[in-house]
């Protein structure tokens, strides 16, 4: 039995809890203590040294990096088969997997940032949620154009589907829905049985979000500024955001490994 360290609003969990489903692989889920706060201890702060979720345990054997346990699951569990045997149909999934990883991701967050920790407010707020929304829109174009049939991968749901997957339901829940082939996409997704269950864990945990504005406020929460998501504040207009959040002492950055 699996388990995997999780928060169900986390798309990198979400790639993994879809991709063991589509498996058929058995799984405990568990959310660790401090997650969000830079706090966590314990066996999940070992299984996960940068102290994100999802962290994958398989007996004695710990993962982080939701693409490289994606990789681990295919190679020990081969079938069925998410990653397509043909070397470039699977370079193209691995691709557009980066893309949303990096790129898509980043978007989303930000808008949790402002509509749900509440970071900007008014114009502001607008302004930024603007940008969001184009960038979205321009994305959703660009994935348009990679659909292969009825899946990323061809005529098999795959590791592009469960990489696009979370992301791109999470926009449209959000008001920035995909049209065309990419939202007829979203239904055929969502239909499947790994897929809505994991979609509803994730609005379940969706329903306490309305208190994320306080956790910042007390103190609980000091979100976790990495990478792509810091730098689409720099280059989307949300630069005080980040000199506001790091004065107040609610921003930090990633972990470092020791
Ligand atoms: N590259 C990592 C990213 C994982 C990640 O950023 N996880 C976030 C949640 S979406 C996290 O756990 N952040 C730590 C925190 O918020 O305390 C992966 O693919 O697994």
């Not at 208190?211 to 979100?223: D, Y």
Request: aromatic share 10%; hydrophobic share 45%.
């Amino acid at each position: 039995m699996y388990i995997v360290w999780e928060h169900p609003l986390s798309p990198y969990v979400q790639k993994v809890k879809i991709a063991l489903r589509e498996k058929g692989l058995p799984f405990e889920a568990r959310m660790p203590d401090g997650i969000g706060a830079g706090g966590a201890e314990g066996a999940f702060s070992r299984a996960s040294p940068l102290q994100e979720v999802p962290a994958l345990i398989d007996g004695e054997f710990a993962l982080f990096e939701s693409g490289v346990m994606l990789e681990y699951l295919e190679d020990k569990h081969p079938e069925p088969r998410l990653i397509p045997a043909d070397p470039k149909a699977a370079a193209r999934g691995r691709m557009i997997a980066r893309i949303m990883d990096t790129q898509y991701e980043a978007i989303n967050w930000a808008v949790g940032e402002i509509k749900y920790f509440r970071r900007a407010e008014g114009d502001r707020a607008a302004a930024l949620l603007a940008e969001a929304a184009r960038q979205t829109a321009q994305l959703n174009g660009w994935l348009s154009r990679r659909l292969e049939g009825p899946w990323f991968c061809g005529e098999a749901f795959g590791y592009a589907d469960l990489s696009v997957l979370p992301c791109v339901a999470s926009a449209a829940a959000d008001g920035r829905a995909p049209e065309g082939a990419l939202a007829a996409w979203l239904e055929r997704a969502s239909a499947r049985d790994s897929v809505r269950q994991t979609l509803e864990e994730s609005r379940a945990a969706f329903a306490g979000f309305e208190l994320a504005h306080a956790a910042i406020q007390s103190g609980l929460f000091k979100r976790q500024y990495r990478d792509h998501r810091l730098e689409w504040m720099m280059r989307s207009g949300g630069a005080e955001i980040v000199r506001e959040g790091v004065n107040a002492g609610n921003i930090r950055f990633s972990t470092e490994l020791s």
